[in-house]
Nanobody, 129 residues
Framework: QVQLIESGGGLVQAGGSLRLSCAAS????????MGWFRQVPGKEREFVAAISWSGSSTYYADSVKGRFTISRNNAKNTVYLQLNSLKPEDTDVYYC??????????????????????WGQGTQVTVSS
């Protein structure tokens, strides 16, 4: 069992930056691939970025590539999402999620929200124009 708690969301102007954090409980954090998704009410949950259990591999949605960076610190049981050059269309609730390392870190598996067994409660990111 893994419990995830996101933080770092907020209100920022277009072009600004935020750093989201996701703290995980438990001793087995390093055995999970981690992902970030985003969602607004009435829309499907959208994949944003993922990082493998070791941190050696990452993958991004085309809409955020070059602007967002996912990273992790297994010693601190934390995964991060650095959001730069934010746009109003990035406004969403951002969720972190954990998938067991037995799941292949390949598309489309890692971009499918159904591959992730554990979810945080979400943190709101609002980008004003």
């Amino acid at each position: 069992q893994v419990q995830l708690i996101e933080s770092g969301g907020g209100l920022v102007q277009a072009g600004g930056s935020l750093r989201l954090s996701c703290a995980a409980s438990g001793r087995t954090f390093s055995s999970y691939h981690m992902g970030w998704f985003r969602q607004v009410p009435g829309k499907e949950r959208e994949f944003v970025a993922a990082i493998s259990w070791s941190g050696s591999s990452t993958y991004y949605a085309d809409s955020v590539k070059g602007r967002f960076t996912i990273s992790r610190n297994n010693a601190k049981n934390t995964v991060y999402l650095q959001l730069n050059s934010l746009k109003p269309e990035d406004t969403d609730v951002y969720y972190c999620a954990a998938a067991g390392s037995r799941i292949a870190f390949v598309v489309p598996i890692l971009t499918d929200y159904r591959s992730y067994a554990y979810w945080g409660q979400g943190t709101q990111v609002t980008v004003s124009s």
